[in-house]
């Protein structure tokens, strides 16, 4: 291999494919997306029980009953 080929290799790698290989990543990234957990109901739960937040969470609950009640409510602010 001369010195202007290695040069090139170094600069540009061959990139090949096959199709085994680029299934597997999609696979792996399925079993990630399945064994991801929500976790945002959890956390809006722990910060509406906590005394910052508790008005907060009580006002967009008596704002979304009133637009949920079809009334042309908007909670615009």
């Known amino acids: 291999m001369s010195l202007l ?3 090139k290799e170094s600069l540009f790698p061959a990139v090949s494919c ?3 290989q680029a299934e ?3 696979a792996d990234a399925e079993e990630e997306a ?3 957990e929500d976790t945002m109901p959890g956390i809006q739960e722990a910060c509406s029980e ?3 937040c508790h008005p907060f969470k009580h006002h967009l609950e008596e704002c979304t009953a009133r637009v949920e009640n079809g009334s042309d ?3 615009v602010e």
């Open 34 to 36: 399945q064994e991801a």
């Open 5 to 7: 080929d290695m040069l």
């Open 73 to 75: 409510e908007t909670c």
């Open 24 to 26: 597997e990543p999609a």
């Open 50 to 52: 906590t005394p910052i």
């Open 18 to 20: 096959d199709a085994d």
